[in-house]
């Protein structure tokens, strides 16, 4: 059984940074692609970001150069770096994984709200 558990989250000024990580159980870590989604309220969910197992990375448009996804495989944790906060990501994000179909498993998320 896949277990997914977030931390990190919390209220920051905008600009203020947090790291969000995600430790992971079961098998094969280091064989799946990991991500994060965040959803605010009224809104869609949306990827964030996305890791593969060969350490490639992708992001939304709206996160690139201020957020940077990394993982370390030893210690099957996720982690998000969020620099340069802003008001509109306020949201609660999830860690996911990917099997070859898409997100398989999903954490229970972890609220972040950026105000001042």
């Known amino acids: 059984q896949v277990q997914l558990v977030e931390s990190g989250g919390g209220l920051v000024q905008p600009g203020g940074s947090l790291r969000l990580s995600c430790a992971a159980s079961g098998s094969f870590f280091s064989l799946y692609a990991m991500g994060w989604y965040r959803q605010a309220p009224g809104k869609q969910r949306e990827l964030v970001a996305r890791?593969?197992?060969?350490?490639?990375?992708n992001y939304a448009d709206s996160v690139k150069g201020r957020f940077t996804i990394s993982r370390d495989n030893a210690k099957k944790m996720v982690y998000l770096q969020m620099n340069s906060l802003k008001p509109e990501d306020t949201a609660v994000y999830y860690c996911?994984?990917?099997?070859?179909?898409?997100?398989?498993?999903w954490g229970q998320g972890t609220q972040v709200t950026v105000s001042s």
């Open positions: 996911i994984r990917y099997n070859d179909d898409g997100p398989d498993y």
């Open positions: 890791i593969t197992k060969t350490r490639s990375t």
